[in-house]
């Protein structure tokens, strides 16, 4: 695991013991990695911890797993994606003709606006290098991935 950045704020909590803040934000430049935030009010503490994930200039990271065979399902990838805000994400895979060569799949990001998306390799696909397209309702994303 990698670093922890320890962040310490001090205000009071309410009357029932619950701790609310809502004029929190990460700065741009913040280090990636897990953040841990713990909070003392008196006799009162908590701790919450959470991923910072820099975004390219889309908004959208995209990670390509490997690919990987699943018995009487064939050829398939994981697609993670972390995006910033939480609205449905979509897939689709375009051949070098820009020919969609599969159905559109979708995710819904987490809490944590992270979700991941399973395709399964049709068959009949030529071995070559095709683009994989995922979009929010705001931005959009293009990566490519060979097929063998």
Partial sequence: MGTIINLLIYFDSTEGGAFTIDNLKIPSNAVN?????????????????????????????????????????????????IAQQKTTISMEVFDSNNNQVSQTLSCTPTSEFKCQILWTIPKEINPGTYKIKISDSINSVEKTINVD
């Fill in 33 to 81: 990695g897990k953040w841990k935030i713990d909070v003392i009010s008196g006799s009162n503490s908590d701790t919450v911890e959470f991923e910072v994930n820099a975004a390219d200039e889309k908004g959208i990271i995209v990670n390509i797993g490997e690919i990987t065979k699943i018995p009487g399902f064939g050829n398939s990838v994981s697609i993670g994606i």
